[in-house]
């Protein structure tokens, strides 16, 4: 299962040990969050394509948001059952952003990694 760390300096752009993730289809990721930025109280998971539903299980099947407990926040998702066989390998780009606040607020800081699934 892949783990995705994602981790937010005191200040500046948030550091990923892996800027691009490959998983294959069906996959359990973990997103782990840790941050020394006191500013950010929440962390969102954010997918640009429709077809990106890593998180179906859920009422917000394209992003996830929960707020960081002592700096720290992890959650899980699911790479799509995109369908056989992928002309290319997809490339799901997605957002993660840190808030000021648990819910609402303002973004404080933010990335664009990718996640690739290759042809099964």
């Keep these: 299962m892949p783990n995705i760390h994602v981790v937010f300096p005191v200040s500046g752009t948030p550091i990923l040990l892996n800027g691009a993730e490959i998983c294959a289809r069906g996959e359990v990721i973990t997103w782990c969050f840790?941050?020394?930025?006191?500013?950010?109280k929440s962390v969102e998971v954010v997918f640009a394509d429709p077809g990106s539903s890593f998180f179906g299980n859920t009422p917000t099947p394209l992003s996830r948001r929960v707020p960081?407990?002592?700096?720290?926040?992890d959650f899980y998702g699911h790479v799509p059952d995109?369908?056989?066989?992928?002309?290319?390998p997809?490339?799901?780009k997605?957002?993660?952003?840190?808030?000021?606040a648990p819910t609402g607020g303002n973004v404080v800081a933010e990335?664009?990694?990718i996640i690739l699934t290759p042809q099964p």
Aim: glycine share 6%; aromatic share 10%; hydrophobic share 35%.
């Design 68 to 73: 960081l407990v002592h700096g720290q926040a």
């Design 90 to 92: 997809k490339i799901a």
């Design 82 to 88: 995109y369908t056989v066989p992928l002309p290319l």
């Design 34 to 40: 840790h941050s020394d930025n006191t500013a950010i």
């Design 94 to 100: 997605y957002t993660v952003r840190g808030y000021d």
């Design 111 to 113: 990335v664009d990694p």
